[in-house]
């Protein structure tokens, strides 16, 4: 064991101990004393450190962790230590939060992650169904397991907090969040986000450091107005509601996660009525902090303050004044000692007051106080077999047959294991990244083998019997002689996340409906599975199919839906969304404009 190895084993050990010493879950009262102890020795510049997230490629030295007593760090989207696997994520960890602790007052990083569908940046986790998936099962129990699974796997690699559960409840199809979401209906979204956060708080490492949960994107991120957001499309956008509508209708799934605990939530990019989320006092404090009674803390969104109408200096002072209490700087945009440096002159210019800054700063403590940070921050490698273990792949699968939603069915299934031959096609059939979705390994996802798990072919491949015969075609044009009679077509959405996935038009690919036809056209019978992260345009093209399924962004156990074709389970998924003939026309369709309605499923 190398010294570095040595020195950290070493400090784990005398952690073990001072943690086996001083081990108490300490009661909130313990934990204002200590709060109030620390923040009062706190210099500025320390409270300043504390209020502000760097990503960890955009350090500009390691040592920039102790001397600027840096609050919190996260991985963005695809960022990942030098080898993107288990051991090294824990080592990246236990490195930064190593050299934190060397701060003057020796207060612990905490560490932050979008473990949004699974430990989905690791190479190996298990990637479960995104939310519009789970939305279609309307399992909270199953989704508090799927949340406790996926904080295992976060807490195996060390880190302490994941930005989920997103609460939003997506009206308009072409953004390109709404897989994100689990229904357009907030009571469903409600219902499940409230499962989630008990999930991933339910966590607890075994040196009794817990995951921390984050309610997202504070607020109406779903529902702005077409044409508002970036690039003149969704995300981002307007949100037009009065105070009444936004309390009656988008209130309640937080009060939900509040009262289920969650410890921090995250400012929406989108505006409400023209004010950009991130500099609203009467959001962020007048009705989250005090109506809502929320006691944790606060999180931008990742140069979410940078948005707000002004220059740098005054979107700091509006964000904090507002209720930001923690800014996810990045790093990437703004250098962060430029940001620090601007919110300190702010304060000491009486622009922001110290009341508020250690308002942020004791949420912040008390946050990472309660969560055991103070105790044992540092993690062993004890847990890391955990990370997309059969166990939790059984629990992914589960939620993959129950994520499947039957919306047309000619007698086709269940299809027998003994058939003879079966051709599978279409450019889903064989490819993890496409099931997978955005936020999976990368920012935006990717194509083709990008982690460990089984596509819908293996699936198949794995449920016939050893006669059967199945010819895999990516387009259906390479079919010489017709065998058989049944083909199933996996066609869909390329990966894509946030407003790289927003869409003026919800058609589906040429080249799906070209595949299609030529098994049509061969005489098959074709069982059509789509991909995607939303109702899509099939109105036109659903009679000429045998059979239709869609199955949403299934995750990296696909076999769960060979369970459903071959009948090994019933199928149980619903639509949380409602399916209009037209899917530009999102939830709020007339009901005579739906092809589909919220709720039904074969
Ligand atoms: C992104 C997303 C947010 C995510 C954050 C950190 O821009 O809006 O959902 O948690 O940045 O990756």
Known sequence: MNTFKKNIFLLILVSLFINCESKTNLSDIQIEKKVDEIIDQMTVD????????????????????????IGSLLSGGGSHPSVNEPQAWLDMYNKYQSETLKNRLGIPLVYGIDAVHGHNNVYGATIFPQNIGLGATNNPELIYEISKATSLEVAATGIDWTFSPCLSSPEDYRWGRTYEGFSSDPNIVENLGAAAVEGYQSVETETGKKVIACAKHFIGDGNTEFGTGMNGLVDRGNTILTSEELKEKLLPKYKAAIDANVQTVMASYNSWNGIKCHGSKELLTDILKIELGFEGFVISDWQGIDEIPGDYKSDIITSINAGIDMVMVSGQGQPYKKFMKLLKESIQEGSIPMSRIDDAVKRILKVKFSNGLFDSPLVTNESLDIIGSEKHRDIARQAVRESVVILKNDGLLPISKEISSIIVAGRGADNLGMQCGGWTINWQG???????????????????????????????SDLSSVSGDLAVVVIGEDPYTEFFGDKDSLDLLKEDIDTINQLKNKGYKVFVLLISGRPMN????????????????????????????????????????PWPIQAEKGANAKTSDLLFDVGFGL
């Open 538 to 577: 099939v109105a036109d093209h659903i009679d000429e199919w045998d059979g239709f399924a869609a199955i949403w962004l299934p995750g990296s156990e696909g076999d769960g839906v060979s369970d459903i074709l071959f009948g090994d389970y019933p199928s149980t998924g619903r639509l949380s969304y």
């Open 446 to 476: 990717g194509q083709g083998d990008i982690t460990v798990g089984k596509t819908i072919l293996d699936g198949i491949n794995n449920s016939v019997s050893v006669d059967t015969n199945v010819i895999y075609s990516k387009d259906g």
């Open 46 to 69: 320390e409270k300043v450190g504390q209020m502000t997230q760097i990503d960890q490629r955009f350090l500009d030295t390691i040592t920039d962790l102790s001397t600027y007593s």
